[in-house]
């Protein structure tokens, strides 16, 4: 991990809660958890965004073998 930042966020309890009992104890790893999803999923986006503009010219049977 890189440089650490401090910040002070109201959540909602419930949600908070709710998330802990997936992620496990501890409120920061259940954030870092949080915040890295929401880049996945935007790297998940980005992907299917390209679904169908990169062309490959693979000989399937060559790469078979």
């Given at each position: 991990?890189?440089?650490v930042?401090k910040?002070?966020v109201?959540?909602?309890?419930?949600?908070?809660?709710r998330a802990?009992?997936?992620?496990?104890p501890?409120i920061?790893p259940?954030?870092?958890?949080?915040?890295l999803?929401?880049?996945?999923?935007?790297q998940?986006?980005?992907l299917?965004?390209?679904k169908?503009k990169?062309h490959l010219?693979?000989?399937?049977?060559?790469?078979r073998?």
């Amino acid at each position: 991990m890189g440089a650490v930042k401090k910040v002070t966020v109201n959540l909602p309890a419930e949600t908070l809660a709710r998330a802990q009992q997936i992620t496990g104890p501890g409120i920061t790893p259940t954030i870092v958890d949080g915040l890295l999803e929401i880049a996945r999923r935007e790297q998940r986006s980005a992907l299917r965004r390209l679904k169908g503009k990169i062309h490959l010219e693979i000989d399937l049977e060559r790469t078979r073998r």
